[in-house]
């Protein structure tokens, strides 16, 4: 693991850890359903202002620490110059398939916090009511979740470590979500569901982001992109 930024403000939940899924934006590795319609530059600006939207989101919330969870191959270095503004957590991704890393990383965070969020970067429709119900409803529940109008999820959040959640899930299919009830109905495990999300993975996902303001004003070149490219 490696820390590096500037010490955080207080935390309103302290004994909880947000941790983000990630990857150093490289050309024609980010965003590769989106690159037909934007190419590989655009998709790799658009995951960069993704990415660089949900840290400064979080950082201004003073929820709770925050873990960036990096793919095996980017470099830790890209990060810590990145965003040395904040107090970060970089470890990196362990595991075959998405359900094993997000294991590795729910149970390496509940090692050290009583709660775990795991989001990634291609939902910028959070905002900070979302996540503290999500937090919240960890009191009475042992996950949550928040799933996306494509049949996944955009956030999970486990108090208990319970490995075999996402085994037998065919993932990137329409039916994550609803196996992965499934499996958590077989292992009496209880959750709570969150609002529904919309995710940013293909072209027909890119008029929804005109709608969050908060990131067109952010990065109003985004949007020129998406127009020019599309």
Not at 17 to 30: D, H, K, L, S, T
Not at 210 to 221: K, M, N
Request: aromatic fraction near 10%; hydrophobic fraction near 40%; charged fraction near 25%.
């Amino acid at each position: 693991m490696t820390k590096g930024g500037l010490s955080s403000k207080r935390l309103q939940y302290s004994d909880t850890q947000i941790i983000i899924f990630a990857r150093e934006p490289v050309y024609g590795q980010v965003k590769t359903r989106l690159i037909p319609a934007l190419g590989e530059a655009g998709a790799t600006e658009l995951y960069t202002a993704l990415l660089d939207f949900t840290l400064n989101k979080l950082h201004s919330y003073h929820l709770a620490p925050v873990m960036l969870c990096i793919t095996p191959e980017s470099r830790t270095e890209f990060f810590l110059r990145r965003y040395s503004f904040t107090e970060l957590l970089i470890t990196k991704q362990k595991g075959d398939d998405l359900g094993q890393r997000m294991v590795h990383a729910l149970k390496q965070s509940l090692s050290h916090f009583s709660r775990a969020l795991l989001i990634g970067t291609d939902c910028p429709f959070f905002n900070r009511s979302d996540l503290e119900q999500a937090i919240i409803a960890l009191d009475s529940h042992e996950m949550v979740f928040a799933p996306a109008y494509d049949g996944g999820y955009v956030l999970v959040g486990a108090r208990r470590f319970v490995p075999d959640s996402f085994t037998g899930i065919d993932w990137g299919s329409e039916q994550v979500m609803e196996q992965t009830r499934k499996r958590l109905k077989k292992l009496k495990i209880s959750w709570q569901e969150i609002a529904q999300q919309q995710d940013i993975d293909d072209e027909n996902d890119l008029k929804y982001l005109q709608h969050v303001h908060e990131f067109s004003d952010a990065f109003p070149y985004i949007l020129n992109i998406i127009n020019r490219y599309s």
